[in-house]
């Protein structure tokens, strides 16, 4: 069946890197799109970014400059890095499965805290 | 981006009762809403997409309704299984973007 998993570190000091790892079963990298969207504490879902199925990136706007999306089909991992991280960056990071902008399938999320 | 607000953000009801949440559009997102449901532990679940169509294996005492800017999702005779936060995300353009959300609880 579908499934994503998160992986990464759970602290990361302030003005480090987050480097989030999604490891996915059920389907093709190649077939489907996956997202990255992360919740801070208490508060809405916000998109962040994607690995389209052809290999093509696109990111949130506000995010743009810190953060890169890539993938490796042979392990079946699309990895998140956010440089820069602050306080603010704390939250818990979904990685996700869409069809058109639909998101069909997610994972657990994995609570990231941006601390020192 | 379209801005996507939920009401009420917070729900209080009680077993078998219907309860409905309703999501509005900053503007026109012709019939291109999804509703999720969000529980502690669990992966976020898709239950409609295109403001009506069930997800597989979703039951039907979820419904969705709406087009253009505001839209509602109702569920009928409440199970205990359904209390938890509720989200809307439009996906008619991008970037995708969803309201902040309505907590169902147990009253």
């Known amino acids: 069946q579908v499934q994503l998993k998160e992986s990464g570190p759970g602290l990361v000091q302030p003005s480090q890197t987050l480097s989030l790892t999604c490891t996915v079963s059920g389907f093709s990298l190649t077939s489907y799109n996956v997202h990255w969207v992360r919740q801070p504490p208490g508060k809405g879902l916000e998109w962040m970014g994607r690995m389209r199925y052809n290999g093509d990136t696109s990111y949130n706007s506000a995010l743009k400059s810190r953060l890169s999306i890539s993938r490796d089909t042979s392990k079946n991992q699309v990895f998140l890095k956010m440089n820069s991280l602050q306080t603010d960056d704390t939250g818990t990071y979904y990685c996700t499965r869409s069809i058109l902008w639909v998101f069909d399938y997610w994972g657990q999320g994995v609570m990231v805290t941006v601390s020192s | 981006d379209v801005q996507m607000t939920q009401s009420p953000y917070n729900l209080a009801a009680s077993p078998g009762e219907s309860v409905s949440i309703n999501c509005k559009a900053s503007k026109s997102i012709s019939k291109y809403l999804a509703w999720y449901q969000q529980k502690p532990g669990k992966a976020n679940k898709l239950l409609i997409y295109?403001?009506?169509t069930l997800q597989s294996g979703i039951p039907s005492r979820f419904s969705g309704s709406g087009s253009g800017t505001d839209f509602t999702l109702t569920i009928r005779s409440l199970e205990p299984e359904d209390f938890g936060l509720y989200y809307c995300?439009?996906?008619?353009?991008?970037?995708?973007?969803f309201g902040g959300g309505t907590k169902l609880e147990l009253k």
């Open positions: 295109d403001g009506s």
């Open positions: 995300q439009q996906h008619n353009e991008y970037p995708p973007t």
